[in-house]
């Protein structure tokens, strides 16, 4: 999109490096935040299947609420 725009013409058609930044940052909060609660919902399924039942929340390697706190 940012491209297109810089073929036509547009004067300003990236954003500034800080704003590049900080969206970066939000995609990647945003995605841990997703896998942390995934892992939390899921805990109860992963702990009935062989290949996930030895993630650390079924195996009771950590607690469901240390994911919740870190995420």
């Known amino acids: ?10 004067r300003y058609a990236l954003p500034p490096a800080r704003t590049v ?9 945003a995605r841990t935040a997703a896998m942390g609660f995934n ?9 009935k299947n062989p290949r996930t039942r ?5 195996s009771g390697q ?3 609420r240390w994911p919740a706190s870190s995420s």
């Open 39 to 47: 892992r939390l919902v899921d805990a109860e399924i992963d702990a």
């Open 1 to 10: 999109m940012f491209l297109a725009a810089r073929e036509v013409g547009a």
């Open 54 to 58: 030895g993630r650390a929340i079924p």
């Open 62 to 64: 950590v607690s469901g």
């Open 21 to 29: 930044f900080y969206i970066v940052l939000a995609m990647v909060g």
